[in-house]
């Protein structure tokens, strides 16, 4: 069975630019889930999907973030205008329930930098 | 608010002797925790969940955990450390909320092990 991919594993961008990053979490999970860890901090919560429904996004940092899980499939998470706090590793993750008890499965994560 | 606390930002140990990461949490009720594992260029992978029970909780690669609900804590330890070990863990904690349902999983910032030869 495939596990969580996530596309690309690294992006380098100038400030000001979009950037978008994919993620296909494992077939069947119904949830998905983005973090994202700044260097040298914790891996911070950001938004939930149950199918294309987004359950949470109370993570979400501000509007230059955009999440759509359009199909209930993949999902992707635009950064539009990017900005030089906006670089980290951000992570993806499914699980087949969405219940504070199930095991979540992680990707590899995207590596952005913004310059 | 529920926190998540690693106070060790590296352990370093010997390979052969037992190892310990720990762990600190707080939550308003009742909790839910984990431990991840990501060796380098790799993503976060399951190592064990304490959900309810048994306060000892047996995971992937020889790795258990203790879940202390008086000192609110959940180290994870191991036996014998190996050099293939050494690799970045997270602890993590979710609650059961009032209404039930999800409640968003808050991450450690991380402890770095390092095994040694």
């Known amino acids: 069975e495939a596990g969580v991919t996530q596309f690309p594993s690294h992006s380098v961008i100038e400030k000001g630019q979009t950037v978008t990053l994919r993620c296909d979490p494992i077939s069947g999970h119904d949830n998905l889930y983005w973090y994202r860890r700044v260097m040298g901090k914790e891996i911070k919560f950001l938004l939930h999907f149950v199918k294309e429904s987004k359950q949470d996004e109370s993570g979400m940092p501000n509007n230059r973030f955009l999440a759509e899980r359009t199909g209930g499939t993949y999902s992707t998470l635009k950064v539009q205008p990017a900005e030089l706090e906006d670089s980290g590793v951000y992570f993806c993750?499914?699980?087949?329930?969405?219940?504070?008890?199930?095991?979540?499965?992680f990707g590899p994560g995207t590596r952005l930098t913004v310059l | 608010a529920q926190s998540v606390a690693q106070p060790e930002d590296q352990v370093n140990v010997a390979e052969g002797n037992p190892l310990t990461v720990k762990c600190t949490y707080s939550?308003?009720?009742?909790?839910?925790l984990f431990w991840y594992v990501q060796y380098p260029n790799r993503g976060l992978q399951f190592l064990l969940k304490y959900i309810t029970g048994d306060n000892l909780v047996k995971g992937s690669y020889g790795f258990e955990a203790e879940f202390n609900k008086s000192q609110t804590s959940f180290h994870l330890k191991k036996p014998s450390a190996l050099v293939s070990d050494s690799a970045l863990y997270f602890c993590?904690?979710?609650?059961?909320?009032?209404?039930?349902?999800?409640?968003?999983?808050?991450f450690g910032i991380g402890t770095k092990l390092q095994v040694i030869p």
């Open positions: 939550v308003s009720g009742n909790p839910y």
């Open positions: 993750a499914s699980s087949p329930g969405g219940t504070s008890t199930d095991t979540q499965y």
């Open positions: 993590a904690v979710t609650w059961k909320g009032n209404s039930g349902g999800y409640q968003k999983v808050t």
